[in-house]
């Protein structure tokens, strides 16, 4: 499996990104997959943002929830990560992931395949 995010840029404060995650093969309408959106700051550990379940059962950083929404399109083999009222500290370099299992999972460990990533840079 091999995955590609992208949609990442330059926005100001309180503005708005949605970013993409494609994925070779039909993985995303695949049964008992879950995909999640990670992200990196300059400096600081890989931290979970959002992941969706199969299922569609969605879930979300505390420090996203109600910003960010993680949706799917089965057809098009794509998984989106819309992010409003972005801040300064979303910058980041943001990563889509792929593992297999019916339960939401916040841990790098946790997902099998992984994007190259896509740098979001929010300025105040």
């Known amino acids: 499996v091999q995955l590609q995010a992208s949609g990442g840029g330059l926005v100001q404060a309180g503005g708005s990104l949605r970013l993409s995650c494609v994925a070779s093969?039909?993985?995303?309408?695949?049964?008992?997959?879950?995909v999640g959106w990670f992200r990196r700051a300059p400096g600081k550990e890989r931290e979970f943002v959002a992941t969706?379940?199969?299922?569609?059962?969605?879930y979300y950083a505390d420090s996203v929830k109600g910003r960010f929404a993680i949706s799917r399109d089965n057809v098009e083999n794509m998984v989106y990560l819309r992010m409003n009222s972005l801040k300064p500290e979303d910058t980041a370099v943001y990563y889509c992931?792929?593992?297999?299992?019916?339960?939401?999972?916040?841990?790098?460990?946790?997902?099998?395949?992984w994007g190259q990533g896509t740098l979001v840079t929010v300025s105040s």
């Open positions: 093969g039909r993985i995303f309408s695949s049964y008992n997959y879950r």
């Open positions: 992931a792929v593992g297999l299992g019916s339960f939401t999972a916040t841990r790098p460990r946790e997902y099998d395949h």
């Open positions: 969706i379940l199969w299922s569609g059962i969605t």
